[in-house]
């Protein structure tokens, strides 16, 4: 079944996914050669001048990864849609950031969210934030580039680690140099790729199944279908009480205490324009959980009567996404290709938010607590970040081999 999987995987799939990574490196070589950013303040927040548009779909861009396209639809095929409730703790959270949390942080307009801590608190405080974050960023990052390798390998025979460094190094090669403004125009193409990609394979996957009111029923009977699920047993796995405070939890963190997620929404001129950004993503946000969400629900009315784990046409419940993908576009070339480029165009995105974040972080962190006299040009601040943002991207794609 494999080896049947990759020889699927035809030229124009290949066509797809290259396009996608030419693209970004192209936006990375614009801002590197043509439209340089001069000054930290480009670098780290675009110049202040960053539109409405690309800042809502470059933060949905980044809270968005690989793990979520492939892992939130076998959660519901596996356990039902009580997740589905996740869409209505998003818009609470969005709503608290908006009103308790991102006023505080443009008025104060600072360069890094840790600073905060040092004005609340001490120094100390602030670089024990710090550390902590680059620990975060160096334990997830490896999973975040592992998962997307590991969904291409299966589609085309190609090594994890050779998939895995290929992402890293068209990571690096715009978010190095491009700063904040690159990112963020290349999340905007980025995510085009993933959301038609995603709504192209639940269409069709839909209409193969015989329509949505089939796939519900499919559904309904095998008791997949629930959003209200009050069983108070802690230990159980998805209810309201554990989507509630597990969601809020995980979403609070991602919107205002990620320092990836406030460096764009203060990127833009004004609160207003924050805003606006906070509520084009909400629904950017909405609209792609929703359709991971339907899939899963898909791939239940598709393999209910033959699971594929149990049937052994793959050894794990992760694999059943690229598994369908395939099976799905095998009459419609391109189609995985474009699946699969959207699954590696929100790992790349997330891999670039946080490492343009973690860059200008521990640089200006350490240095305003430890040197805070040293005073460095705008080309050394430049030069110091960029090899940050290169020796944590090469460690944390080294890391992907203990995977």
């Known amino acids: 079944m494999e080896a049947e999987l990759n020889i699927m995987f035809s030229w124009v799939e290949y066509l797809v996914v290259v396009a996608m990574l030419l693209l970004s490196v192209l936006v990375g070589v614009y801002y590197t050669f043509f439209n340089k950013q001069k000054t930290f303040k480009d670098y780290m927040q675009g110049g202040k001048t960053m539109g409405v548009l690309p800042t809502s779909m470059s933060f949905v861009a980044s809270l968005i990864s690989g793990i ?56 100390s405080v602030r670089i024990l934030g710090t550390l902590l974050y680059t620990c975060i960023l160096m334990a997830y990052m490896p999973v975040v580039l592992f998962v997307p390798a590991l ?16 992402i890293s190094v068209c990571c690096l ?161 391109g189609l995985a290709g474009l699946f699969m480029s959207g699954v590696m165009s929100a790992a790349l995105s997330t891999l670039s938010a946080w490492l343009n974040a973690v860059g200008g972080i521990l640089y200006k962190d350490f240095m305003e607590v430890f040197y805070p006299r040293v005073k460095h040009s705008e080309e050394k601040q430049s030069t110091i970040i960029k090899s940050i943002i290169v020796i944590l991207c090469i460690v944390c794609a080294s890391s992907g081999r203990c995977n």
């Open 173 to 333: 090669l715009y978010t190095t140099f491009g700063g904040l403004r690159a990112v963020m125009w290349t999340d905007t193409i980025q995510n085009v790729f993933t959301l038609f990609g995603t709504i192209f394979i639940v269409v069709v996957g839909c209409w193969k199944l015989g329509g949505p009111r089939e796939v519900l029923r499919i559904n309904e009977q095998g008791a997949r279908l629930e959003i209200f699920n009050f069983d108070p047993d802690p230990t159980a796995r998805n209810t309201v009480w554990t989507v509630v405070i597990g969601y809020t939890c995980n979403y609070l963190t991602g919107v205002v205490a990620n320092p990836g997620s406030v460096q764009k929404f203060l990127s833009v001129p004004t609160y207003r324009h924050t805003k606006w950004v906070l509520f084009y993503s909400t629904i950017g946000f909405v609209v792609i959980n929703s359709l991971c969400y339907f899939l899963g629900v898909v791939l239940y009315a598709r393999y209910h009567q033959c699971d594929p784990v149990a049937a052994g046409v793959i050894t794990k419940a992760n694999q059943m996404v690229p598994l369908y993908v395939m099976e799905v576009g095998r009459d419609y070339p």
């Open 151 to 166: 969904a291409f390998n299966q589609v085309t025979g190609i090594s994890v680690h050779v998939c895995t460094w290929v």
């Open 68 to 123: 979520a396209l492939l892992g939130i639809p076998v959660e519901v095929y596996l356990y039902g849609t009580q997740v589905f409730l996740g869409n209505f703790i998003s818009i609470a959270v969005m709503i608290i950031g908006g009103v308790f949390y991102l006023p505080v942080y443009f008025n104060l307009q600072l360069h890094s969210i840790f600073q905060y801590l040092e004005l609340r608190f001490n120094s």
